[in-house]
Every structure is written in structure tokens, then in C-alpha cells.
């Protein structure tokens, strides 16, 4: 009874004591002295049956861990640190600086690779816009009715045209976007064949409906002069419009690759081309500003042949290119329930600014106001092609990363 007594005096609360029968012998092992039970709370014991408090290390003024100067703590002094460095906690805030500066190296090398995709993007889409657009600069020395003739034929073909065929070619970034992540590379040629064949096909109502642009142009209201001048215009770009239509599925073909510098190089060499082309054509021959819309037409086909000699020869394509197949008669219907919304979206953000060319040659001055409309969305346009490109990369990026995590079928996702 004695003995009982002494043991309650000893421990006022039983429930705080550590026993070998109540604990398993990992929890023995991790409950030190001085460390809390991870349940309640309390405090380990000694065995003379007292709490157990870490003694605070004396340092001296040379950085050592003792009574006496320069030396270190003798009997279990180094114990004791390594116990009290065993109870500080990792402070949380370390461990989330770590974890946010893992995530800013890997946000940094995504933003830099995505720069140098979308950078020759950008100055190949700028490359490309400048050929019309050095056009209506020669045009523009010839006078206001040359001019405002070039920008209602320009605008014109934009809205029949181009926007019809680019937006059907967008579909092909999808298509090669997905092929190209899942690793069916052979598929990108046939969809490039594919595309090519039904934008030739849809290129020759537009060719038709451009032949008639003069005649569309007085329908509408527009000024005599102006509209004979503009449907000059547009039948001397006709044979551009095939070449367009030919350079979307190659750029496309290419960009899906993640083959940049070769679209970038050959625009920049096409556009330097024009600059001859629209200064023979236009000053030398004498052609005026037919010579500027034909050396438009013939730039666009430079830049086609350049692109179409890569592709060949290159040893990037390879896999991706094998030679032309009968494969690519299939599956129209398929690709045009993709090319088609894919058109409108397109067609309905460019015709709300190319209308506006067509609308100035309602007002009382129509050769001085669409000269000006012309110049200012020529000048617009340039500088869209930074969002442009930059959205163009974000774009492919985003299919190709998406086909190579999910490794589906891409018949079941490009209805190929």
C-alpha cells in the first residue's frame, strides 16, 4: 500500500504515463525524452518520473558549445543539440519557398520556349502580311483612284477570299497538331494533301466571284470609278488566290512540326521579292497598279515553290512526308465538319474589319476616305500579327502536349 502511494504521489496523472503495454515499440522508439505525444499532447517523462526539459546551450564568444573558452561540452553535450535540433520544426515557410522557386524555374523555361516558337511565328506572319501591303504602297504613289480602286479590291478579296481559305486551314492545326503528339507522323502528309485539294476546290467559286468584282461593286452602291478600278484589280490577283490557298497548308504543315526558322526565312525572302517584283511590274513595265496586284500573285507562289523545295528535301520531313497517296481522296466530309466552323469564326472577326474599307466608298468623298480607311487597317493589321503568332504557338503547343499525354487514337479525335 506504501509502495502504491508512493508511485500516485509520484504521477498525479496516470493517463500522461508512458507504459510499454499501451505503446508499440516504433512510438518507444520515436518518443524521446522531451519530445509530446502525438495524441495528447504531454510531455515524456523521465524515468525518475519528471518532465523532461532540453537544457539551453552556453556559447562562448568564438562559436564553440561551452563552460569553458574554446572548447567543446564534454559528457553528452552533443546529445543534447542533436535532440534539440530533432524537436525544431522544418519552418513551413522554407519548404514553401522551395516548392515556388521549382515552379518559377519550370513557369520560366515554359514562357522561353514558347518565345522562341512563337518569336519566328511572329515575323513570319508579319513577312506574309507585308506582301499585300507593299502592294497598296506602290499603288499608293499612282494616285487616290489607283488607290482607293487597290483597297476596295483588297478588302474585297479579304472578305470572299483569303478569310475563307485561312479559316479552313486553321483545321489543319488541329489535325497535324494531334497526329504530330501521338506520334503518327505519316498522317501529316495525307492531311496535308487533303487540305490542299479542298481549298483548289473552294479557291474556284471565290476565283469567279473575283472576276465579277466590279459589277458585285455597283450593286452595292459604290462609286463607278472605283468599283471598274477595283474589279481590274482583283482579276489580276487571281492567280494568287490558288497560291494562297497552297501556302496556308504548307506554313500549317510546318508550324505543326514545331519547324519554324524555314517558315520565317521564307517569308522574309518572299517579301524581298515582292519589293523587286511590284518595282518591275509597276515603274519598269508600266503596268501600274495591275503590276502591283499580279507581282502579289506571283510573291505568293515564290513563297509556295520555296516552302514546297523545304519539304522535299528537307530530313525533318521525311516521316512526315512520304509522297502522295490515295488516302488523301478520303474523308472529306469528316475534315470539312471541322474546317467549316472553323471558316466562319475566322471569316466573322476579319469581315468586321474589312467591311469598313467598303462602307468609306459610301461616303461623299469615297476616293480620299477609302484611301485613308486603307492605310489605317493595313497599319492595324501589322500589328496584329504579334497576338497572332503569339496565340498560333500557345495553339500548337497545346495539341501537340495534349495527343502525347492522352495517347488516343487519332482517328477517334481527328475523324481521319
Known amino acids: ?14 493517463s500522461t504515463r508512458l507504459t ?9 522508439d520515436e518518443l524521446k525524452p522531451g519530445r509530446r505525444l502525438p495524441s495528447s499532447g504531454e510531455v515524456c517523462q523521465t524515468p525518475d518520473g519528471r518532465p523532461h526539459l532540453p537544457q539551453p546551450r552556453r556559447h562562448n564568444t568564438r562559436g564553440a558549445t561551452s563552460g569553458r573558452p574554446g572548447q567543446e561540452d564534454e559528457e553528452g553535450d552533443v546529445g543534447e543539440a542533436s535532440v534539440e535540433e530533432a524537436l525544431l520544426p522544418v519552418p513551413r515557410r522554407s519548404r514553401d519557398c522551395k516548392e515556388l522557386g521549382g515552379e518559377s524555374l519550370a513557369v520560366g523555361a515554359e514562357v522561353k520556349r514558347q518565345l522562341w516558337l512563337a518569336g519566328p511565328l511572329v515575323v513570319g506572319s508579319l513577312m506574309q502580311n507585308l506582301i499585300q501591303t507593299i502592294s497598296v504602297m506602290f499603288v499608293e504613289h499612282l494616285g487616290e483612284l489607283p488607290l482607293a480602286g487597290a483597297s476596295m479590291a483588297t478588302s474585297f478579296a479579304t472578305v470572299t477570299g483569303f478569310s475563307l481559305l485561312t479559316g479552313m486551314a486553321n483545321a489543319l492545326d488541329t489535325l497535324c497538331g494531334q497526329a504530330f503528339g501521338a506520334g ?20 474556284i467559286p471565290v476565283a469567279i466571284i473575283w472576276f465579277y468584282t466590279g459589277q458585285i461593286m455597283l450593286l452595292f452602291g459604290q462609286d463607278p470609278e472605283i468599283a471598274m478600278e477595283a474589279g481590274t484589280y482583283a482579276r489580276w490577283m487571281i492567280p494568287g488566290l490558288f497560291g494562297y490557298g497552297l501556302l496556308q497548308c504548307h506554313v500549317r504543315f510546318l508550324q505543326s512540326q514545331n519547324t519554324v526558322l524555314p517558315v520565317m526565312v521564307s517569308a522574309g525572302v518572299a517579301a524581298l521579292f515582292h519589293l523587286l517584283a511590284c518595282w518591275l511590274l509597276v515603274h519598269v513595265a508600266g503596268m501600274g497598279s495591275n503590276g502591283a496586284a499580279l507581282s502579289t500573285a506571283v ?12 519539304v522535299r528535301v528537307s530530313s525533318s520531313c521525311k516521316q512526315t512526308w512520304t ?13 470539312l465538319r ?3 466552323p472553323s471558316a466562319l469564326m475566322l471569316c466573322l472577326e476579319w469581315w468586321s474589319f474589312e467591311i469598313l474599307v467598303l462602307l468609306s466608298g459610301l461616303l461623299p468623298n469615297p476616293q480620299l476616305e477609302t484611301s485613308v480607311m486603307s492605310i489605317t487597317l493595313n497599319a492595324a493589321n501589322c500589328l496584329f500579327m504579334i497576338p497572332y503568332g503569339l496565340g498560333a504557338a500557345i495553339r500548337k503547343h497545346h495539341w501537340s502536349k495534349m495527343a502525347m499525354s492522352l495517347h488516343v487514337p487519332i482517328r477517334a479525335c481527328c475523324f481521319a
Open 299 to 310: 510573291s505568293y507562289w515564290v513563297y509556295v515553290i520555296l516552302l514546297a523545295v523545304y
Open 1 to 14: 500500500m506504501e509502495l502504491r502511494a508512493q508511485e500516485a504521489a509520484a504521477h498525479p496523472f496516470p
Open 184 to 203: 503518327q507522323y505519316h498522317l501529316l502528309g495525307i492531311y496535308k494533301q487533303r487540305t490542299m485539294l479542298l481549298l483548289t476546290a473552294a479557291s
Open 323 to 335: 509522297g502522295f497517296s490515295m488516302q488523301a481522296f478520303h474523308g472529306a466530309h469528316d475534315f
Open 20 to 28: 510499454a503495454a499501451s505503446t508499440s515499440p516504433r512510438e518507444l
Open 338 to 340: 471541322l474546317a467549316v
